[in-house]
């Protein structure tokens, strides 16, 4: 085949629709879910966390956005009422993104909470919060609803309709915001980058529902649709490689550590009261020095030989496989579930669109037969003529 062909074709295939639209909608779900259970489990302790009680006060918050010119919407207000707002929000995105509810919307009110809170206190994360940081950001430029998504299934229903359905949520949805954006604006509290930042999402927003809307054949229609394959495409590469990333920066500051090159350094978390929320679990396997080598070179071994089997698929499938049960691992020994849920979601990139497609009908099959179960039989009416033979029968 001629260069100029391949070259045509590839390009055909990077434009004409979003890329792994299974491996970003669990990303989408992943992170969503993950931010949520978070903040839900810290709900007693978000005012120490994130709130007016926290170590990190405000003035100090200030004077560090103020430097970084970071974004949060904590900085708005020090009220107690304005938190509560800001916190009900996040809760409240997190889970309408999960569901694919408005993705476009959702996604970018979740990356408002996330920015806001994790901003606010910049000493309460970990790498998974980093991770999620990062994430939610990400997912703003990705077409994350194809699939597993009340959007997804909201357009199935559009085109299987005789007649067509209005959506009257999303424009009021867009109005809301504007009419939000308009006001901080005005008052001052969002300028620079930021200010292009939400206005141009805003604005893109509108666009593309006016060409939805009134024009849907029309060749900038099309165009709109390329634009967003491109860019949808290009971030699911750069959230690729920023797994990468993390795992062959990972790997390589182990190898530089004496504990990780003698085998012991898993030894010293599974003795430590704050990472031990099974203390005979974690004591079985510090007890063997030959679990606790095989497991610590096993993590970096994996974590430096990953990025270098992406072009092998099978060997990938089981690295992957290994980095997941790992994070599993850290989940259950060092009590740290939330870390490995976003990191585990993260490595859901990967992942065959076989096996998401496998996973997708059980969970359908699962769910129908949950509602089946649950769902009362109605009561079935019959003749005489019926009823007749059955009595006869006994």
Request: hydrophobic share 55%; proline share 4%; charged share 15%.
């Amino acid at each position: 085949m001629p260069v100029d062909r391949k070259l045509a074709d590839a390009i055909q295939r990077v434009t004409a629709g979003a890329l792994g639209p299974y491996q970003s909608a669990v990303i989408r779900i992943g992170f969503a879910a993950t931010w949520l259970l978070f903040l839900l489990r810290e709900l007693p302790n978000r005012h120490e966390l994130y709130g007016p009680d926290g170590p990190w006060s405000w003035d100090l918050a200030q004077q560090l956005i103020a430097g970084n010119h970071a974004f949060t919407a904590l900085m708005w207000s020090d009220g107690a009422v304005w938190f509560e707002i800001v916190y009900g929000l996040a809760i409240a995105s997190s889970a309408l993104l999960m569901l694919g509810w408005h993705t476009r919307a959702m996604s970018v009110l979740f990356m408002a909470g996330v920015l806001s809170l994790q901003n606010r206190s910049v000493f309460m994360g970990d790498g998974g919060d980093n991770v999620i940081h990062l994430m939610a950001i990400y997912l703003v430029l990705t077409r994350c609803a194809q699939v597993w998504s009340l959007d997804a299934r909201r357009a199935a229903r559009a085109q299987a309709a005789v007649l067509p359905v209005r959506d009257r949520a999303g424009p009021v949805l867009w109005s809301v915001l504007g009419l939000v954006l308009a006001a901080v604006t005005l008052m001052g509290e969002l300028s620079g980058g930021w200010l292009a930042v939400f206005w141009g999402l805003w604005s893109v927003h509108g666009v593309w529902w006016a060409a939805c809307r009134n024009a849907p054949h029309s060749q900038g229609r099309q165009l709109l649709d390329v634009l967003a394959n491109l860019v949808h495409n290009a971030t699911m590469v750069v959230i690729m490689a920023e797994v990468c990333l993390i795992y062959a920066t990972a790997g390589w500051y182990k190898i530089q550590g004496s504990r990780w090159q003698d085998g012991s350094a898993l030894y010293y978390p599974l003795h430590l009261d704050y990472f031990t929320p099974w203390p005979a679990l974690s004591g079985l396997l510090a007890g063997s020095g030959v679990i606790v080598m095989l497991l610590s070179y096993g993590t970096v071994a994996v974590q430096v030989a990953f990025p270098f089997t992406l072009f092998n698929r099978r060997v990938k499938n089981v690295l992957l496989a290994a980095m997941m049960l790992e994070h599993a691992g850290i989940a259950i020994l060092l009590g740290l579930p939330f870390f490995s849920l976003a990191m585990i979601t993260a490595d859901a990139v990967f992942l065959p669109t076989a096996f998401l497609l496998w996973v997708g009908g059980r969970a359908a099959r699962g769910r129908t037969r949950l509602f089946s179960r649950v769902r009362p039989v109605p009561a079935q009416r019959c003749t005489s003529e019926e009823q007749a033979p059955r009595s006869l029968v006994g």
